[in-house]
Structures are given as structure tokens and as C-alpha cells.
């Protein structure tokens, strides 16, 4: 198999320190001022600081972690978030020039992080049937291109439309109705790829599939357990959160196979102890469980509780647990015959630590889990979710104050998304709503996800993908398998701010149509707009740009769907330039159609934020089918690992954000100059005649797989501490070696987690 790493030209010399023991502090500081001023200017850089995340303000286009209600902080960004800003506010341009000095073979080789240096798109561009270059083309002819090949389809379901988390309510709800009115449920979107099996594993257990607390319940829990989340680089906010609930006196225990830098100890660097002191011990108990550990370590911890209950010393709700609770009698029976054996060898952990957490959660009246990537991207990430779920379940941590299930979403507007309709499983109640608003028949039948819309391609059938942000092609695991589907497409469109590998990878045509950055001022006929995204927790907020557009070129993600409509559907009884004249238009049939959104423009127009209603966290109400919360068994299943193998998860590194890639280091594990690294244990490089700095290929195996090899190469070995057995590597350099089949049951999540690798030393 072709290995797509080596598109880094140049040979990575990589340096190695020790890992870092706490996080933030001045080093985050002077990395975000000097992004910023570095990439944006002094001036524009310091105004956009100033504004992100304020109420008269914009979002931040990075991490879905919520602003505080109300007044905010001076300095209400993170490091990260302002890496982010920087980056999409960059002072660089991609030309037409640009593209007329390199052809699409040229930077095939370029690295992820050169492409997104050369700086912000400004014009449509077109790469034409059997041509190398891109060249200008219209916006008027390149809409006439999109419908065109849309409406000589033999199917609407022939077309896939793709949707990234950094797309605003407005834009996102203007999408699906579009595609929708063309006669699709394909809507794919960068949920199927992160958290689609938390919204199954809460829906199934219960009903809703989002997180029930408030940012005000983080910092009021007695007990917050972290699974699978490293919130010092992709939601540095947090931190100030999980240090407001320790003075609180909250308890943390961290879970996750790497000891991450960010919740050992953090550094405020808005006070004056994040400056010269030493900060804040954040986690109490650090469980470093085996990659997959954590159905079994979940199991392990109601498996104490249920056994350490009895009627003098109460440890689980029991009034919840009758009133609210079902399935509660087969839950106990399957964890009392889970062995105390079989849990230990399944997580890595040994019993007394087990019971050590465990013990933690007992002591607690207000628990809450908190999880992310780690979690649900496994083969069995679903029941990885519904056993946390249970797990809080057993104490009655659900819809009272400062307990609940806490999902960390990824990017800013992922779960606003879901919310407006982009989902490939439309519920019937959206569609009846859509249709009464609208007075036309919405699709009923389901769409593709992400995972099934390469599949299809493969198959020729679908032949327009339709991308609205993000960068499918790298995102996606096998690259062969994408890059295949793509090439028999016979359009792809990638809606960007900018230059990514999704745009190297086309269709017989390509179209890049340039879109406004989150940070610019979005000027339409009625005047200067504002959106809206709401974040992991719920909570509705205003999003106004702040700086000039980089170029006069540059269309809304709402005028580029409207003028895509208009010349799609040609005489539709919607007014689709109109409604992207005014974005208050859009809004007013967002409050018909979506429950929670009533009077949408009066409420965002006086308070800039309101907070969704959420049936668990107000009333303690669970939309299942049984009308309660439900306990479901779930096995252990741990992942085969042969001889000499390892079992591989892939992580992101500090200078990061999803597969923009802003430098090769990543300050808090010591690595510095590359990002081509297997991040291994000392037993294991012992077992395996291996050598810490050593250069090694890695090479993935998988059962039924139709692909002979799939191997990385030129990765450099480093000692690190990580369970025996497991090893990691980064997002998405290793993406190839996970076959487009390796995904979660039932959410179809690529297992971007679980990997089950052998290495090999590279010929000197």
C-alpha cells in the first residue's frame, strides 16, 4: 500500500525532553500573543483577542467548551483558542499565482502544516476534467458547474453533502433544508467521525444525546472522573473549570492510558499564582488504563459500588433507581458475575486501584463523567458510553445539581449542528416540522454517514460529494479507499478558509469555493449579520466578526448555500436570497421548526445567549422507549493482540487543532521537530529488542482485510509512560492504517483507538 507519509519532504529531525508537569502558565501566554501577532499583526491580532468569545464578540473557531453565562472574563480564550484565531486570521493569501506555480502533484508532497501555512483562500478556484492546476473561475459559473452535475444525477441520493463543526446555526439549517428540498437524507458530518456513539449510548440509556450539566455543575461536583481526554491541548478551558470545582473540593481521577500534562497541574495565567506559583493539583488518583480498558475499569467501579451497598451503609440510590431506573435487576446480576480476574486483565489496572476510584464515587453525592475521543472511538465505544452512563446511574448522578453525563465536544459548533438537522438519521418529528414550515415532503429515508459515503463512492454511487468546511479526505482513515471514491466522483466541492489535502484529492472535477472566516465581518444586503452556535453544553450564544473580509471575494457559508440553492432549484417556492439577506429570516423559521429556539431573534437579540431546554437536567424526564433511564449489559470485549503486536491508539498533539497542524512540537510531552513518533513503554521496547530513538515502520494487521499491507514509515521510537502492551502515535499521520471497516458497533465511528500494530526497524 502507498504510504501517504511521505508527503513530508524533508526528513524529520526530532528532539526529545521530558514531559512537562504542569500546565499553562506564561509559556501559553507568550505562545498565544505570539501566534497571534506573528500571523495576524500586532494591532489586528490584540483586537481579536479582545473580542473572542465576548458576548458583542465572535466564537471562538476552535473547541465547543462554554463561555460563562453572562459576564465574561477580560481574557475569556485559551492558548489554542487563540492559535485558531490566528491562524484563520492570518495575513497570508493563496492566489491565483499560487495555483498556476503548483500543480496538484507538486503539493501532494507538501506536509498538512505547509499547505495550511501558505495562508487564507481568496477566490473560487476550478481544477478542470484531466487538468494538473486549479485556475480562477466565477462564482457565477461555478454555482452553474455545482447544479449542473447535481441536477443531471439519476437520483438526488447520487450526491453526499458533507458538514464540518465549524459551520454557524444559520448556515447549518439553511444546508439541510437545501439538501433536503434536492431529495436527500446525505448528510455525513464530522459527528459520525468523533461523537456518534456517545449519541447512541445516551439515547438508548437516556433519551437525549447530549450532556445534561452546566458549566455551573462542573465547578460545584463533589467527584468529576475524566475518561479519555486530554483537556490541557484540546480544551485548555477546562482547566479553569476542573481548578474552580478543586477549590470547591471536588475530587478528580483522570483516566487515560497517557498521564496527560494538563490535569496534573495547572498554571491560571490570569492569576498571579499561574505566574510565579505553583498552581493547582488538579487530578487526586490517575488510573493509566490499558488502551480499550474502559468498558472493564466502568465495570470494575459499579462491580465496588453494588458490592459495598447494603441497608446500614446505603452507597446506590435506590429511590432513583425504582422511580427513574430500568433494567437495574439484569445490570447487578451481569456485574456480579463479571470476575474480578477478568476486569483486571481486560484494564490493566489492579483491583485495590479499582477500589480506590471506586471509593472516590462512593464518598460523592455529586458525580460527574467526562469523556471524549478516547472513548468513543473504539470497536465498542457505544457500550463504553452506556456503562459510564450506568456508572452514574447506580448513585442517582443524573438531573440534580453539580452531577450529570459531560461529553466534551471536539470543534465549535459540532453539536449546533446535529441540532439544526444535519444528520444523516433525521428524526420524523424534524421532518414534520420542516414539512409544515416549508409545505413541501422531506426524504424519509435514511442518508449515508461519513463512513458509508466513501463506501459508496467506491461503488459509483455517489458521484457529487459536497463538503461545507473541514477536510474530509484527512480526517477519514484508509486514504486509499478515499482517495479511490473521490477519483470517480464526477465532482467534489470543498467550501474552505484554508489550503488542505481534501483539495489535492478530487473528483474529474474540483471545485474550492472560499468562504468568511468566524473572525470577519459578514456584510449582507440588510446590513451586518451575526450567527449563532451553540456549544457542548447546550447554551446558545451570538457570533459577530470583528475584522474585514481577507479578500471582496469571500461568500458567507450562508450566500454561498443560498446561491447554490437558487441555481439548483430554479423557481422554488422558498426565497433562498432572500433569506440570506437577512440571517433574522432564517432564525424565524428555526423557532418554528426546532424545539427549544422559540423567539429565537428576541432572545439572542437581548441577551446574546439562552440555554437550551434539556428534559434529564430540568426534570429528571428520559425520552426512551421505556420512558425511564435504562441499565444495559454490556461484555467485555477486548481487542486480539497477537505476539509481538501492539495495540495502537492515535492522539493530537499540544500544537493541534483536529488535522490543522500549527507546529511539529507538542511542548507538554517533550517533543520537539516532528511529529513522526511511536510513543512506547520501556517494557515493551525490552520485549520487542527495540531501542528508545530508534526508526521504525509500522505496520497495521487486521482480520478479512483485502489490503495485503498497510504500513507507515520512518517513525521514531520514544520512551514513554504508556500501559505494557499499548503504544501512540499522531492524528491523522497514521490514518492509514486503519481500514475504512475498522468501526464502532452500530455508531460506525472509525476505531481511530484501537489498532493492533507490529513494528519493524527501518533500513538504515
Not at 461568500?555 to 436570497?577: C, G, R, Y
Not at 517533543?671 to 526508526?695: C, M, N, P
Amino acid at each position: 500500500m502507498k504510504d501517504s507519509n511521505k508527503i513530508d519532504t524533508q526528513v524529520q529531525h526530532i528532539t526529545v525532553s521530558e514531559p512537562k508537569e504542569w500546565a499553562a502558565g506564561v509559556p501559553a501566554v507568550l505562545s498565544a500573543y505570539k501566534n497571534t501577532t506573528l500571523k495576524a499583526g500586532a494591532i489586528k491580532g490584540t483586537r481579536l483577542l479582545f473580542g473572542l468569545n465576548q458576548i458583542e464578540g465572535f466564537d471562538c473557531p476552535g473547541c465547543a467548551w462554554p463561555d460563562p453565562l453572562g459576564k465574561k472574563a477580560t481574557f475569556e480564550f485559551c492558548e489554542n483558542g487563540a492559535k485558531a484565531v490566528a491562524d484563520e486570521a492570518t495575513n497570508k493569501k493563496v492566489t491565483a499565482d499560487f495555483f498556476a506555480q503548483h500543480n496538484i502533484a507538486e503539493l501532494r508532497t507538501k506536509s498538512d502544516r505547509w499547505l495550511n501555512s501558505q495562508g487564507r483562500l481568496i477566490a473560487p478556484m476550478w481544477l478542470a476534467p484531466g487538468q494538473d492546476n486549479y485556475q480562477p473561475i466565477s462564482w457565477q459559473d461555478a454555482f452553474s458547474l455545482i447544479a449542473e452535475q447535481l441536477n443531471i444525477l439519476e437520483s438526488p441520493d447520487q450526491a453526499a453533502f458533507y458538514t464540518s463543526g465549524r459551520t454557524g446555526n444559520e448556515a447549518a439549517f439553511l444546508y439541510q433544508l437545501f439538501v433536503r428540498k434536492f431529495g436527500t437524507n446525505n448528510l455525513p458530518d464530522c459527528s459520525n467521525m468523533c461523537h456518534e456513539s456517545t449519541g447512541i449510548g445516551l439515547d438508548e440509556t437516556i433519551g437525549i444525546g447530549k450532556g445534561s450539566v452546566s458549566l455551573e455543575d462542573l465547578e460545584h461536583s463533589e467527584a468529576i472522573f475524566i475518561f479519555g481526554q486530554n483537556p490541557g491541548s484540546n480544551h485548555p478551558r477546562m482547566l479553569g473549570s476542573l481548578q474552580a470545582a478543586k477549590r470547591q473540593g471536588a475530587k478528580i481521577v483522570a483516566i487515560n492510558p497517557l498521564d496527560e500534562t494538563g490535569l496534573k497541574r495547572f498554571k491560571n495565567p490570569q492569576e498571579v499564582s499561574g505566574v510565579i506559583g505553583d498552581g493547582t493539583t488538579l487530578r487526586d488518583l490517575y488510573l493509566p488504563v490499558k488502551i480499550n480498558g474502559d468498558a472493564a475499569l466502568l465495570k470494575g467501579l459499579c462491580k465496588a459500588l453494588i458490592a459495598w451497598d447494603s441497608p446500614e451503609q446505603p452507597i446506590l440510590d435506590h429511590d432513583f433507581i425504582t422511580q427513574y431506573c430500568e433494567g437495574f435487576a439484569a445490570f447487578k446480576a451481569d456485574i456480579e458475575q463479571t470476575s474480578w480476574q477478568e476486569i483486571v486483565q481486560a484494564s490493566g489496572l489492579s483491583q485495590p486501584l479499582i477500589e480506590q476510584a471506586a471509593k472516590i464515587a462512593s464518598e460523592s453525592k455529586k458525580t460527574i463523567c467526562c469523556w471524549a475521543m478516547g472513548i468513543t472511538q473504539h470497536k465498542n465505544a457505544v457500550a463504553n458510553v452506556q456503562l459510564m452512563t450506568n456508572f452514574l446511574m447506580l448513585q442517582g448522578n443524573l438531573g440534580k445539581p453539580g452531577a450529570g453525563v459531560c461529553p466534551v465536544r471536539g470543534h465549535s459548533n459540532v453539536q449546533g449542528d446535529r441540532t439544526m438537522g444535519i444528520w444523516e438519521k433525521p428524526a420524523p418529528a424534524f421532518l414534520d416540522a420542516l414539512q409544515k414550515e416549508f409545505n413541501f415532503s422531506p426524504p424519509r429515508v435514511n442518508g449515508v454517514d461519513a463512513v458509508d459515503t466513501v463506501h459508496a463512492m467506491q461503488a459509483g454511487q455517489v458521484k457529487v460529494l459536497f463538503a461545507l468546511g473541514g477536510n474530509f479526505y484527512r480526517a477519514m482513515p484508509d486514504h486509499q479507499a478515499n482517495e479511490q471514491g473521490l477519483a470517480k466522483c464526477e465532482l467534489t466541492v470543498q467550501v474552505s478558509t484554508k489550503l488542505n489535502r481534501s483539495h489535492l484529492h478530487t473528483g474529474k472535477q474540483g471545485l474550492i469555493l472560499p468562504a468568511l472566516g468566524r473572525t470577519e465581518i459578514d456584510q449582507q444586503a440588510s446590513g451586518v449579520q451575526t450567527i449563532t452556535v451553540e456549544n457542548s453544553m447546550g447554551v446558545v450564544q451570538t457570533s459577530h466578526g470583528k475584522i474585514p473580509p481577507a479578500s471582496e471575494h469571500l461568500k458567507s457559508e450562508v450566500a454561498i448555500i443560498a446561491q447554490l440553492a437558487n441555481h439548483t432549484l430554479p423557481n422554488d417556492s422558498i426565497d433562498w436570497l432572500g433569506l440570506s439577506s437577512d440571517y433574522r429570516l432564517i432564525r424565524e423559521h428555526i423557532g418554528h421548526v426546532v424545539p427549544g429556539f422559540e423567539n429565537f431573534n428576541q432572545r439572542v437579540e437581548q441577551l446574546g445567549e439562552f440555554v437550551l431546554p434539556n428534559a434529564v437536567r430540568d426534570a429528571r424526564q428520559f425520552a426512551t422507549a421505556t420512558g425511564k433511564a435504562n441499565f444495559v449489559v454490556n461484555a467485555i470485549e477486548p481487542v486480539e493482540v497477537p505476539d509481538g503486536c501492539l495495540l495502537m491508539t492515535t492522539i493530537r498533539s499540544h500544537d493541534q487543532f483536529n488535522t490543522t497542524v500549527y507546529t511539529n512540537n507538542d511542548r507538554y510531552r517533550g517533543i520537539h521537530g516532528g511529529r513522526k513518533v511511536v510513543f512506547i513503554s520501556q517494557a515493551d521496547l525490552t520485549r520487542l529488542g527495540l531501542e528508545d530513538g530508534q526508526r521504525v515502520t509500522i505496520n497495521s494487521h487486521w482480520p478479512n482485510d483485502k489490503v495485503e499491507t498497510r504500513q507507515v514509515t520512518d517513525f521514531q521510537l520514544v520512551k514513554y509512560a504508556i500501559p505494557e502492551g499499548c503504544c501512540a502515535t499522531y492524528y491523522p499521520e497514521t490514518n492509514d492504517l486503519i481500514p475504512l471497516g475498522s468501526v464502532a458497533d452500530r455508531s460506525n465511528t472509525p476505531a481511530y483507538k484501537s489498532v493492533v500494530v507490529s513494528l519493524q526497524l527501518s533500513a538504515s
